[in-house]
T-cell receptor, first 111, second 118 residues
Framework: TQLLEQSPQFLSIQEGENLTVYCNSSSVFSSLQWYRQEPGEGPVLLVTVVTGGEVKKLKRLTFQFGDARKDSSLHITAAQPGDTGLYLCAGTPSGNTPLVFGKGTRLSVIA | DTGVSQDPRHKITKRGQNVTFRCDPISEHNRLYWYRQTLGQGPEFLTYFQNEAQLEKSRLLSDRFSAERPKGSFSTLEIQRTEQGDSAMYLC????????????????FGSGTRLTVV
């Protein structure tokens, strides 16, 4: 079973601070995705990374895929209360298999 | 298209009863997935379909769970003889089939069905 470990599990920060959350595995993934989930709703896709070392930016969010395609990070600059939610990483060992999800990082941004 | 729809949003049932959930995927999506999510956990894979064919079931899925996708459109997930441990959010997602040169498409999730077994 391909496991994705996310850290930290919980994070509470003040508005305007920067933060980084991590997604790690001992296995290689062909691609990784990041999702954000709000209470009572399904996850919403933020980004897909497919190439080792790839960096993608989405406004204040920066996503990086590790060179060996075993890990990924999500960096948020100047966090806002609207960033509050559960951030999930998900990967597939090959393009054809269903996504495996990590347990998520629950972020709370306090105004 | 209004996205992935799940019905009902909430279901409370007594232990031992059967329940059925419905998922309507995005019409252009050939793949449909069922996941289960409990408090403090990420979504856990249950099963998935490509068109009408059920391609994989999780080894964690007991025989009390069955899913169908007749005609490759909507899908149903049935749980027989529910147990308190079945209480969870059941998420449905759909996607396109990975094409040549592209490793994976993102999933579009529904809002889920929250099941409470009392």
């Amino acid at each position: 079973t391909q496991l994705l470990e996310q850290s930290p599990q919980f994070l509470s920060i003040q508005e305007g601070e920067n933060l980084t959350v991590y997604c790690n595995s001992s296995s290689v993934f062909s691609s990784l995705q990041w999702y954000r989930q709000e209470p009572g709703e399904g996850p919403v896709l933020l980004v897909t990374v497919v190439t080792g070392g790839e960096v993608k930016k989405l406004k204040r969010l920066t996503f990086q895929f590790g060179d060996a395609r075993k890990d990924s990070s999500l960096h948020i600059t100047a966090a806002q209360p609207g960033d509050t939610g559960l951030y999930l990483c998900a990967g597939t060992p090959s393009g054809n298999t269903p996504l495996v999800f990590g347990k998520g990082t629950r972020l709370s941004v306090i105004a | 298209d209004t996205g992935v729809s799940q019905d009902p949003r909430h279901k409370i049932t007594k232990r031992g009863q059967n329940v059925t959930f419905r998922c309507d995927p995005i019409s252009e999506h050939n793949r449909l997935y069922w996941y289960r999510q409990t408090l403090g956990q990420g979504p856990e894979f249950l099963t998935y379909f490509q068109n009408e064919a059920q391609l994989e079931k999780s080894r964690l899925l007991s025989d009390r769970f069955s899913a169908e996708r007749p005609k490759g459109s909507f899908s149903t997930l049935e749980i027989q003889r529910t147990e308190q441990g079945d209480s969870a959010m059941y998420l449905c997602a759909s996607s396109l089939i990975p094409g040549q040169g592209r490793q994976v498409y993102g999933y579009t999730f529904g809002s889920g069905t929250r099941l409470t077994v009392v």
